[in-house]
């Protein structure tokens, strides 16, 4: 009993409690950019670089963006995911040397210039070219310092000082060579079939730079007259079962023997007179550049009579007894789109017969047509023809069509022998107006509005063309649909298909398309998905286009002959080439450009000229691996992974697969993996129109950079990721629980050293267990760094520090820490063990929150020049790896739960306030074998209180705990009603016998009062 007048000893200050300055609040904002400039004070990146990295060089190879306006949630999202990917192989002890780099050429840089000059009164022509690249790369240069500023803010490491640039000159020269190169090869060619044309910018596009969206079209059905009927002797002598539709039709007996061959023909014209094979397309304005009709042989078509019209508010324009040859599996729906009420079958039309038939063109008696469609048009078999839509027979027009041009192509010797010139019109300018290769009815009307605020909209060519079909009576109906099609991702208008003349690197010729199959095989997909989808990108492929007709970009430095033989064909090619790529190493593109085509060529000259063209940016961007990684010394020539969004399927990762084929016969990277896009939280797209974007500028000022970098590493970032203030702040409060135990491990592990350290075989089997968490950990880790698999690497390591952690081994372990004698075995293993974790934890979350290990690291380890960036992650014995303690703790774990359902029960009911009141009664045989193996007791009190070995109650963290009853319930109580058990002044634990605080509490003072 303690004199009433004696005061009451305050325990408090014989605590262990953890000591730190370290903030619970992070202040991100505010904090990441002082991290950002002590990294760049000590030079971060240079010091990785001189690290012992005994694993080698690992390499990922950054994708370029495009050095034209500010960084958003796309690019923040796969800048952050690189260099978590980066910072992670780094710190697996490879050298993973990131060298950031920027796609400077194209035509949206061209039109923001444009812009420009406009603003200043000057249109692009009358401003000098080299005055006009000039400003271009300027403009290239200032976005660049812009987003490289972006880019850091967000945590990224990398040489920023030395990052490639496609508008370096040497850059330009290494394209160059890089063209050169396949054109010595004969891969490279020139030629006129259909591109992707976009009137608007005036220039053709790869399929890389279009996008599908939805327009308004007009669908015309036309009638184009007989002109020749082909009746084949075959027809006559062999199909007996065809014939003798035709001897029903003609009304008389044909018989075989008889030789009346003669007149069955002309029976069989005279049907055919006045008929029409029918058509059916959506671009009514390539009706003009018509040169053929395409059919299928294994189609079957008819020829049908028009016998009663629909009753119309207007004249139709077919009418009673019109002819018209059409598929029969699509007769309906010609019939109800020319309000054709009934019609007859005469007889079926073989494909012998549409073979070698002639048409007339649909505009040959238009006014003002001066006789320029008095040509035939022919009837062309084509493997593109379908009966799904249409009339089963494809209007052709080989200068804006694919598989026009291709029908067309291949039947050259049979257009010949037809008296029909094979080659090519040019039936559009730059501008998509007509030429004067059409009559003088149609030149110059445009097919797209290129200006104004009808801009991509139908151009005046339709309507005339509607018109003068009209006037020839061979429109048989129109309507208006919506289809998608090909639109500029930039301007966002319809694009054409143009036949002009243009570059192309073939995919077959020297097997670049099957080189190009064998590297995908060869490659590692993340997802594996991607793989198939290349593929078949690439198997499907057409030639590649390469050539653009602009301004800024890299030239094609090729000089042609007026016989059309390139300088890649001379002799003194070498030569040639030495002086090309020596004037664009000096000048840049100017080199080109403003060089007379007779420095490069020497005395032979004559009859020579330059290519006056540019690359395609794709192209630029595919030799990256070129000018980057093989010109390099601290840089592989291949790259180990390339990372971009999926969209890079058909742009970045072809375009370079491409490229390094045709040159180096094998991919430029050894794997692949691809990013979703980012959507907001509902999954839509994000758009200013619809209030839903977000900025990585905003979210670094609001939560800091940190928090985007948690979003991207606990994302599924194969597939499309949303981000919203909800999902943004879902983020921030898992930053926080990993902070708050970050920094309670800080505290506790104040003042600690390696003289503290207690060997693993003297720990308790708490701390084994620990260790074998670790050892789990650790071992899986690693697999998944190389597999890139950040998203369970992140996952894994929150629950393990919340529900590991925080909610388990911490939860035990505070009573020892706190309250156990300063020596004790159990609280200097708890803090061996802890000093483990943190070493871990530490590394394996600083690729992802770069700022905040940081911030962790230094506040345990200060130092003027040292960084948790030059660690490596730690490894672990093996004698660790402890399976039986593992299954025992598992086995308390459940058994702690189970009682703590039943306290917080109690609770509820306000008789319980703390576990530490609780007395918990369970039967005999609970947790026999892993009391065995944990070594633990169900006593109340500790044997030796002056170096406590845990007991089950301390698993329990309550006061009592006893398995000793007979019934197969748990029992809790509260002792607190219990008259013999009283509450430590201390620890709070409720304990027996004399004294205000425990035994062990009691020896802990001692020991604290002694020093």
Wanted: with cysteine; aromatic share 10%.
């Amino acid at each position: 009993m303690t004199d009433s007048t004696t005061t009451a000893r305050d325990y408090r200050e014989t605590l262990f409690l953890p000591k730190t300055d370290f903030p619970m609040r992070a202040g991100l904002p505010k904090a990441e950019p002082k991290w950002l400039e002590r990294w760049n004070r000590i030079d971060l990146y240079r010091k990785q670089r001189e690290a012992e990295n005994a694993l080698g060089q690992w390499t990922l190879h950054d994708g370029p963006p495009y050095a034209n306006g500010h960084i958003h949630m796309g690019t923040a999202l796969n800048k952050i995911h690189k260099d978590i990917v980066n910072r992670s192989h780094q710190m697996l002890g490879h050298d993973a040397n990131y060298v950031p780099g920027w796609d400077c050429h194209g035509l949206p840089i061209e039109w923001k210039v444009e812009e420009e000059f406009r603003g200043k009164g000057r249109s692009k022509d009358d401003v000098p070219p080299s005055e006009f690249r000039a400003r271009c790369r300027d403009y290239a240069a200032g976005w660049v310092d812009i987003q490289r500023e972006e880019f850091k803010r967000l945590g990224v490491i990398g040489d920023w000082d030395d990052p490639y640039l496609t508008m370096k000159p040497q850059s330009e020269a290494d394209i160059c060579a890089e063209l050169l190169k396949i054109a010595r090869t004969g891969q490279l060619y020139r030629g006129s079939k259909p591109i992707m044309w976009s009137p608007v910018e005036q220039t053709a596009l790869a399929e890389a730079e279009v996008e599908y969206a939805d327009r308004k079209a007009t669908a015309i059905y036309v009638k184009f007259p007989v002109r020749d009927l082909n009746v084949p002797e075959l027809l006559i002598r062999e199909e007996k079962e065809i014939s003798d539709e035709f001897e029903s039709l003609f009304g008389h007996e044909f018989e075989k023997e008889k030789g009346d061959e003669e007149n069955f023909v002309d029976n069989i014209k005279s049907v055919f007179s006045n008929a029409f094979v029918v058509i059916w397309t959506t671009t009514p304005w390539t009706i003009p550049a018509n040169r053929a009709v395409s059919f299928r042989a294994g189609v079957s078509y008819s020829l049908y009579e028009v016998i009663e019209m629909e009753s119309s508010d207007f004249e139709p324009w077919s009418k009673p007894g019109d002819k018209l040859i059409v598929a029969d599996a699509l007769w309906e729906t010609v019939s109800k789109a020319g309000l054709i009420k009934t019609g007859k079958r005469h007889a079926p039309v073989p494909a012998t017969m549409l073979d070698g038939t002639t048409l007339s063109h649909p505009l040959k008696n238009m006014a003002y047509a001066n006789g320029k469609y008095d040509f035939p048009v022919p009837l062309l078999e084509g493997d593109h023809v379908t009966a799904d839509a249409g009339t089963g027979f494809v209007h052709t027009a080989p200068s804006h069509g694919e598989d026009d041009y291709i029908v067309w192509m291949s039947n050259q010797k049979k257009l010949e022998a037809l008296g029909i010139d094979p080659v090519v019109p040019m039936t559009l300018d730059d501008a998509g107006c007509y030429t004067d290769v059409m009559p003088e009815r149609f030149q110059g009307l445009d097919v797209i509005r290129t200006s104004g605020k009808k801009r991509g909209q139908d151009g005046k060519a339709n309507p005339e063309v509607l018109k003068a079909l009209v006037e020839c009576g061979n429109l048989l109906a129109r309507g208006v649909l919506t289809l998608r099609d090909a639109h500029s991702w930039r301007s966002k208008a319809p694009v054409i298909r143009r036949a002009t003349p243009q570059w192309f690197i073939s995919m077959s010729k020297e097997g670049l398309r099957d080189k190009a199959l064998k590297a995908i095989d060869d490659t590692t997909f993340w997802p594996e998905r991607g793989r198939n989808r290349l593929r078949t990108m690439v198997a499907d492929r057409p030639d590649w286009l390469i050539s653009r007709q602009r301004n800024w970009g890299v030239p094609i430095t090729l000089l042609v002959h007026e016989d059309g033989t390139l300088h890649t064909e001379r002799d003194d090619v070498d030569a040639i080439d030495a002086r090309i790529l020596a004037a664009v190493t000096e000048k840049g593109v100017d080199g080109w450009f403003d060089t007379p085509a007779e420095d490069f060529l020497g005395e032979d000259a004559t009859g020579w000229t330059k290519v006056t063209d540019i690359l395609d940016v794709w192209f630029d961007s595919g030799c990256t691996h070129a000018f980057c990684l093989k010109r390099r010394d601290d840089l592989p020539d291949r790259a180990d992974l390339y990372l971009e969004g999926s969209d890079q399927h058909r742009g970045w990762f072809q375009s370079s697969l491409l490229e390094s084929c045709a040159v180096y016969g094998e991919a430029p990277y050894k794997g692949v993996m691809t990013d979703g896009f980012v959507v907001d939280n509902k999954g839509l797209k994000m758009s200013k129109s619809l209030g839903n974007t977000m900025s990585p500028e905003d979210i670094s000022k609001q939560f800091g950079a940190e928090i985007m970098r948690i979003w991207v590493s606990s994302s599924d970032t194969y597939n499309d990721l949303r981000i919203g203030k909800e999902i943004i702040q879902t983020n921030a409060d898992a930053y926080r629980k990993l902070r708050n135990t970050l920094r309670y491990m800080i505290g506790a592990l104040d003042g600690y050293s390696d003289d503290e350290a207690v060997d693993y075989a003297d720990m308790p089997a708490l701390e084994k267990w620990v260790l074998h968490r670790l050892h789990e950990i650790t071992a899986e880790h690693e697999g998944w760094v190389r597999d890139h698999n950040h998203r369970r690497i992140f996952s894994t390591l929150f629950n393990f520090c919340t529900v590991d952690l925080s909610a388990f081994y911490f939860d035990i372990r505070k009573d020892a820490l706190y309250c156990d004698p300063l020596n004790s075995t159990r609280r200097r293993a708890c803090r061996t063990v802890m000093n483990e974790i943190f070493l871990r934890l530490t590394t394996w979350l600083a690729p992802v929150m770069c700022f905040t290990m940081e911030e962790v690291w230094q506040a345990r380890f200060p130092s003027e020049d040292g960084s948790v960036h030059l660690e490596t992650f730690h490894t672990c014995p093996d004698t660790w790896a402890n399976a039986d303690v593992a299954e025992a703790v598992e086995g308390v774990r459940a058994f702690r739960m189970e009682a703590y359902e039943a306290m917080e029960a109690m609770r509820k009911e306000g008789s319980l306030k703390s576990s530490l009141e609780a007395s918990v009664r369970a039967p005999k045989s609970r947790l026999a074998k892993e009391r065995e193996v944990l070594g633990l007791t169900d006593e109340s009190s500790y044997a030796d209180p002056s170096n406590p070995s845990d007991v089950l109650a301390d698993y329990l963290i309550v006061s009592k705990c006893l398995l000793n009853i007979d019934s197969d319930d748990m029992l809790v109580t509260d002792l607190k009603c219990a008259d013999d058990w009283k509450k430590c002044e201390r620890s709070w634990k409720y304990f027996q016998g004399e004294g205000e605080i425990t035994p062990r509490d009691a020896a802990a003072v001692a020991a604290f009062d002694q020093g």
